[in-house]
């Protein structure tokens, strides 16, 4: 008799795949990846969350007579956050958080209203003119943010166009600059942050649907409807992070705040650097800097939530224009 003829065992195709030009299993591809990601997550860890964890600890030591930190587990620091000090209650510190909160929204707010007429302005020039424009974008970036803000403290002088025009129609007093005071502040503000709007949000307006919203002004949509039913559904990728990449840091700024704002415009940003200088008073400002950190993330999970940049989809609809 012959040899029978044994039939393989079929492959199963559910548990193997081809990746990179060889069959391998998918529990193979997921160790290959979780090693490919182990230089990236010690980075991580030693560069941001091991840092982040000493700051929380740090927050429950005290201060010595001295300015050294003395290993003696206390609660006064998050209670000092609460205004709670040995004079008794000041709402001091919170004010500081409401104040750096607001000046951040407004921030923001300022930064989306420029960025969105200057990015349509780029995407609708001449494709060679657009890399001019985009340079001048991202000018700003090549020179520091305290030199940029000394700049202002020469425009916004008493011996400039600015300070004389409102001098002239009475509105400022002669020979008086224009800081320090908040005007001053939201200009160096937003002059920073800008170019923090903008890109994101021109990687969105380049790849801007014109056929959607010529449909929208044929269906004869309000501006306020063309925008929030055909502009804002196809800028929302850009505008998202455009919004995170500028808030975040407009909260703990304070090089801005120090040198057109003065004393009187003082964020939270200014009090946990004076807590690590001047003050020497670390565990203070290890507790400012983790509820600064606490706020970030909640103010950024709200703004997730509540608009939506979640649960976007790539398809655009334009509907209700009556």
């Given at each position: 008799?012959?040899?029978?003829?044994?039939?393989?065992?079929?492959?199963?195709?559910?548990?193997?795949?081809?990746?990179?030009?060889?069959?391998?299993?998918?529990?193979?591809?997921?160790?290959?990846?979780?090693?490919?990601?182990?230089?990236?997550?010690?980075?991580?860890?030693?560069?941001?969350?091991?840092?982040?964890?000493?700051?929380?600890?740090?927050?429950?030591?005290?201060?010595?007579?001295?300015?050294?930190?003395?290993?003696?587990p206390t609660w006064a620091n998050i209670k000092r956050l609460g205004g709670y000090t040995?004079?008794?209650?000041?709402?001091?510190?919170?004010?500081?958080?409401?104040?750096?909160?607001?000046?951040?929204?407004?921030?923001?707010?300022?930064?989306?209203?420029?960025?969105?007429?200057?990015?349509?302005?780029?995407a609708t020039r001449p494709r060679k003119r657009k890399v001019y424009w985009l340079i001048?974008?991202?000018?700003?970036?090549?020179?520091?943010?305290?030199?940029?803000?000394?700049?202002?403290?020469?425009?916004?002088?008493?011996?400039?166009?600015?300070?004389?025009?409102?001098?002239?129609?009475?509105?400022?007093?002669?020979?008086?600059?224009?800081?320090?005071?908040?005007?001053?502040?939201?200009?160096?503000?937003?002059?920073?942050?800008?170019?923090?709007?903008?890109l994101p949000l021109y990687s969105s307006v380049d790849r801007f649907n014109w056929e959607?919203?010529?449909?929208?002004?044929?269906?004869?949509?309000?501006?306020?409807?063309?925008?929030?039913?055909?502009?804002?559904?196809?800028?929302?990728?850009?505008?998202?992070?455009?919004?995170?990449?500028?808030?975040?840091?407009?909260?703990?700024?304070?090089?801005?705040?120090?040198?057109?704002?003065?004393?009187?415009?003082?964020?939270?940003?200014?009090?946990?650097?004076?807590?690590?200088?001047?003050?020497?008073?670390?565990?203070?400002?290890?507790?400012?800097?983790?509820?600064?950190?606490?706020?970030?993330?909640?103010?950024?999970?709200?703004?997730?939530?509540?608009?939506?940049?979640?649960?976007?989809?790539?398809?655009?609809?334009?509907?209700?224009?009556?």
């Amino acid at each position: 008799m012959g040899q029978e003829h044994i039939p393989e065992k079929p492959l199963d195709t559910t548990k193997y795949v081809i990746w990179q030009g060889e069959l391998t299993s998918y529990w193979r591809i997921r160790l290959k990846s979780m090693i490919l990601a182990v230089p990236s997550l010690l980075w991580l860890t030693l560069l941001l969350a091991l840092p982040c964890l000493l700051l929380v600890g740090m927050a429950f030591l005290s201060r010595g007579q001295y300015g050294e930190i003395v290993f003696d587990p206390t609660w006064a620091n998050i209670k000092r956050l609460g205004g709670y000090t040995t004079f008794g209650w000041s709402p001091a510190i919170l004010y500081i958080i409401g104040r750096s909160l607001w000046m951040a929204f407004v921030t923001t707010f300022l930064c989306v209203l420029l960025a969105y007429p200057l990015t349509f302005h780029i995407a609708t020039r001449p494709r060679k003119r657009k890399v001019y424009w985009l340079i001048l974008l991202v000018i700003p970036f090549w020179t520091n943010v305290v030199v940029r803000a000394y700049a202002w403290l020469l425009i916004l002088g008493p011996n400039l166009p600015p300070a004389k025009i409102l001098a002239a129609i009475g509105l400022l007093n002669e020979g008086t600059p224009l800081y320090p005071g908040s005007l001053a502040v939201y200009l160096g503000m937003v002059s920073t942050f800008l170019p923090f709007m903008a890109l994101p949000l021109y990687s969105s307006v380049d790849r801007f649907n014109w056929e959607i919203l010529e449909a929208a002004k044929d269906l004869y949509g309000s501006p306020w409807l063309i925008f929030t039913q055909a502009v804002l559904p196809q800028t929302k990728p850009g505008l998202s992070v455009g919004i995170i990449v500028t808030f975040v840091p407009a909260m703990s700024m304070f090089v801005v705040t120090d040198i057109l704002g003065g004393a009187k415009t003082m964020l939270i940003g200014n009090v946990i650097q004076q807590q690590f200088t001047q003050a020497r008073d670390w565990p203070f400002g290890a507790a400012l800097a983790g509820a600064l950190m606490i706020l970030t993330l909640v103010a950024m999970t709200i703004f997730r939530r509540r608009s939506g940049f979640d649960n976007q989809s790539n398809d655009v609809y334009v509907t209700k224009f009556n």
